[in-house]
């Protein structure tokens, strides 16, 4: 609690007669603000635990402190350094010689005190007698995956460890280390690809993107900006890209009138390349996921919304478990749809899709196919196909056909599933 250097002098001498009810530093603790000194008062014994105030909103208070200082009423007190009483001051000044005004120290966490735990502090958030009990220690451990910025190598991380070495050295945990895996998201950048800030005018509300664009686009946005650690300009074009996916899965679910799209059915005579193109979104989406690449396993949700949207008919079970994969980067959606095809219970607690490993064997592949080192067309030819046979379908293609008018060819340079190089003269 800070005080006035009046207030603090006599508090001072009362400490003399035996009156403070809480001992003053040798030195007085100060800050300057606005040219006026302010004393700090230790607030005693008998007073603490300090209960701090039931508020609706955290919102920042605009000038630098916490939350704490938009509660007038806690914040400014009338302080009876006697006693340790404390009122608020828009009460009348109680009676008496040894009440002060006072102002409250907003700063209820110094520096870094309370994120160096509070990862512990979630295994057992309602023990009154220890912030987590041994067996919860044992039983959960240490977050395995810790993903951060650069910024916070210090200013987090590193303080983090120390309190958890302390905390291991003292036996209160039983791993000497706080993280078992870090990694490092890089920042996002305004659209003129600096970074974001007040004073640049660059910066982009969240609050605005919900309100126009819905949460699942921005959630979808961010992890399809780019790689994860890389840093990325921010893009409302790109968003509307997003966004038109969001809508295309929509309404490739239902109709207009919202009933189910009539060309999903439990029978429907799906076609085999999209049943194929499913499996193989399962297993990249899945595969993405635990190594976060989050924007190529959009990239492939789109590459099968477009075939979805393509197709004359799909089988329900199809539908289904493409919402599942899609459910983590989109969950508001995916769980109104997952409702609106009949499904009970919430989609977040359905199992993840399993993929069928024979539907992922090709049986063909893509070659290039070059007229002297130049890209003139390419192909799509069974696997194992030989050179002769891959020849003759590259003799058959219009652009290829028009470079070998009038030339000789002298010979030809295959590379199975990847190039054929057509020399002429």
């Known amino acids: 609690m800070w005080v006035s250097e009046a207030d603090y002098a006599k508090a001072k001498a009362s400490q003399c007669d035996g009156g403070v009810a809480f001992p003053l530093p040798a030195s007085p603790v100060t800050f300057v603000q606005?040219?006026?000194?302010?004393?700090?008062?230790?607030?005693?014994?008998?007073?603490?635990?300090?209960?701090?105030?039931?508020?609706?909103?955290?919102?920042?208070?605009?000038?630098?402190?916490?939350?704490?200082?938009?509660?007038?009423?806690?914040?400014?007190?009338?302080?009876?350094?006697?006693?340790?009483?404390?009122?608020?001051?828009?009460?009348?000044?109680?009676?008496?010689?040894?009440?002060?005004?006072?102002?409250?120290?907003?700063?209820?966490?110094?520096?870094?005190?309370?994120?160096?735990?509070?990862?512990?502090?979630?295994?057992?958030?309602?023990?009154?007698?220890?912030?987590?009990?041994?067996?919860?220690?044992?039983?959960?451990?240490?977050?395995?995956?810790?993903?951060?910025?650069?910024?916070?190598?210090?200013?987090?991380?590193?303080?983090?460890?120390?309190?958890?070495?302390?905390?291991?050295?003292?036996?209160?945990?039983?791993?000497?280390?706080?993280?078992t895996k870090l990694f490092h998201q890089g920042i996002i950048l305004g659209e003129d690809g600096e970074k974001m800030?007040?004073?640049?005018?660059?910066?982009?509300?969240?609050?605005?993107?919900?309100?126009?664009?819905?949460?699942?686009?921005?959630?979808?946005?961010?992890?399809?900006?780019?790689?994860?650690?890389?840093?990325?300009?921010?893009?409302m074009q790109q968003i509307e890209g997003v966004h038109r996916f969001l809508h295309k899965v929509w309404h490739e679910c239902l109709g207009a009138d919202g009933a189910v799209n009539p060309k999903i059915a439990a029978d429907a005579a799906e076609a085999p390349a999209l049943t194929k193109l499913l499996h193989e979104t399962i297993k990249k989406v899945g595969d993405d996921i635990e190594a976060l690449r989050f924007n190529t396993a959009i990239s492939q949700m789109m590459i099968f919304a477009n075939a979805l949207q393509k197709a004359p008919a799909v089988s329900r079970s199809t539908v289904l478990a493409f919402l599942q994969v899609l459910a983590p980067f989109a969950p508001h959606l995916a769980e109104e749809l997952w409702a609106r095809l009949g499904q009970s219970g919430s989609i977040q607690k359905a199992a993840w899709p399993v993929y069928d490993a024979r539907l992922l064997v090709a049986t063909e592949q893509k070659v290039i196919v070059q007229i002297n080192g130049k890209h003139r067309g390419e192909l799509m030819v069974p696997v194992g196909a030989t050179q002769d046979a891959v020849c003759e379908k590259a003799y058959g293609l219009e652009k290829v056909a028009a470079f070998l008018a009038g030339k000789t060819v002298r010979r030809s340079i295959f590379v199975p599933g990847k190039i054929l190089n057509i020399v002429v003269e």
């Open 197 to 235: 800030s007040k004073s640049r005018g660059n910066v982009v509300s969240p609050d605005t993107i919900i309100a126009s664009h819905g949460t699942d686009t921005l959630r979808l946005y961010l992890m399809f900006l780019g790689p994860l650690e890389a840093m990325k300009p921010w893009s």
């Open 34 to 179: 606005a040219g006026v000194t302010h004393y700090a008062l230790p607030v005693p014994a008998g007073a603490l635990p300090l209960t701090l105030p039931e508020v609706q909103s955290y919102l920042p208070s605009g000038n630098g402190e916490s939350p704490l200082a938009n509660v007038p009423e806690w914040l400014e007190i009338w302080f009876n350094f006697a006693t340790g009483e404390a009122v608020p001051a828009t009460q009348p000044r109680p009676a008496g010689d040894r009440w002060m005004r006072g102002r409250r120290e907003t700063n209820t966490m110094p520096q870094w005190a309370g994120s160096c735990w509070y990862y512990l502090r979630f295994l057992d958030p309602h023990n009154a007698t220890a912030f987590a009990s041994p067996e919860a220690l044992r039983y959960w451990g240490v977050p395995d995956l810790y993903v951060g910025g650069a910024e916070h190598a210090v200013l987090h991380l590193l303080y983090a460890r120390f309190w958890h070495k302390v905390l291991f050295d003292l036996g209160v945990v039983p791993q000497a280390e706080p993280f």
